[in-house]
């Protein structure tokens, strides 16, 4: 059976009314939503959960190649390191992050680590 009507009463976990579903549920647990059916005089209590989580990148970013993207890579991963100052990749030591384009990331399979998105190409050359 499907809830039906409006949800009137939408709560975050850690407020009132969510404490058994967040010990059920733990970190999973998103929302809790009560809905109310005026015909039947029902009121349905809905979860909503968190099943899969994996790395997503907007269609916006990658439609642009020569975007710049931010990507953290350890100290201590020197060959790493030397691959991407082969493609010219910048150092940012403020924010820590090795800049380069997404062109370039794709190209060495970095996708997973990157950690930040900067201007495109046509902002940068606007901003000159």
């Known amino acids: 059976m499907r809830p039906v009507g409006k949800p009137r009463l939408l709560l975050r976990p850690g407020a009132p009314g969510t404490k058994r579903f967040a010990e059920k549920y733990g970190d999973a ?3 809790v939503r009560y809905r109310y059916d005026e015909k039947s005089l029902r009121r349905y ?3 909503e959960l968190v099943v899969e989580e994996s790395k997503w ?3 916006r970013c990658i439609s642009d190649p020569d975007r710049q ?3 953290r890579i350890g100290y201590e991963e020197t060959a790493l390191r030397a691959r991407i100052r082969g493609v010219q ?3 940012d030591p403020v924010a820590k992050l090795w800049w380069m384009t997404l062109a370039q990331a ?3 399979n970095l996708e997973e680590r990157i950690a930040a998105w ?3 190409r046509t902002n940068i050359s606007a901003d000159r």
Do not use: N
Request: aromatic share 4%; no cysteine.
């Open 29 to 31: 647990l998103v929302a």
């Open 45 to 47: 209590t809905t979860v």
């Open 57 to 59: 990148i907007p269609e």
């Open 69 to 71: 993207v931010g990507l």
């Open 89 to 91: 990749a910048r150092w």
């Open 106 to 108: 794709t190209q060495l």
């Open 118 to 120: 900067g201007a495109t």
